[in-house]
């Protein structure tokens, strides 16, 4: 027989540190915040606080990895434009591709750019193609460093 030690209207936490909620028992871990072996200063995961800010720092990492992979795929996407149209500024494009991300709505944004830019150095290159190389320089992104 469990004996409560903490009850809340959601969950309850029993002395087997098991959180029991709608009939479903899970273990809860715990930590010590104090510098002795003792019991002091623990507290639970459950801690509403502590949860928020590690879904927080996950999201901010998420994000971060996402806009160095969109990045490095402008990048590639700069390089094989910039080929195609003859311009040599391969850096100062890649520029122009970022902020047309930044300023024209992310990948319909880039993609509105390439095909202007293309269509005004007279290649005949279709939306299909360029969304289709923008997927593969996605791809490609994704497994640089």
Known sequence: MTHDVQRDDDF???AKNQVKSDGVAFNVLKYSVGGDDTNQGEK???DLGDRKKA????YFQDAERSIKLKSRMDKLLAQWIAGLIGRDDVA??????TDA???GGGDAGVLLK??????????????????AKMS????????QP
Do not use: C, H, P, W
């Open 44 to 46: 639970t995961m459950a």
């Open 55 to 58: 879904m927080e720092d996950q």
């Open 12 to 14: 309850v936490v029993n």
């Open 114 to 131: 390439a095909i202007s830019d293309l269509q005004a150095a007279g290649q005949d290159v279709s939306e299909q193609d360029v969304a």
């Open 101 to 103: 991300r930044f300023k």
């Open 136 to 143: 593969e320089f996605q791809v490609e992104a994704a497994g």
């Open 92 to 97: 100062g494009y890649g520029a122009e591709i």
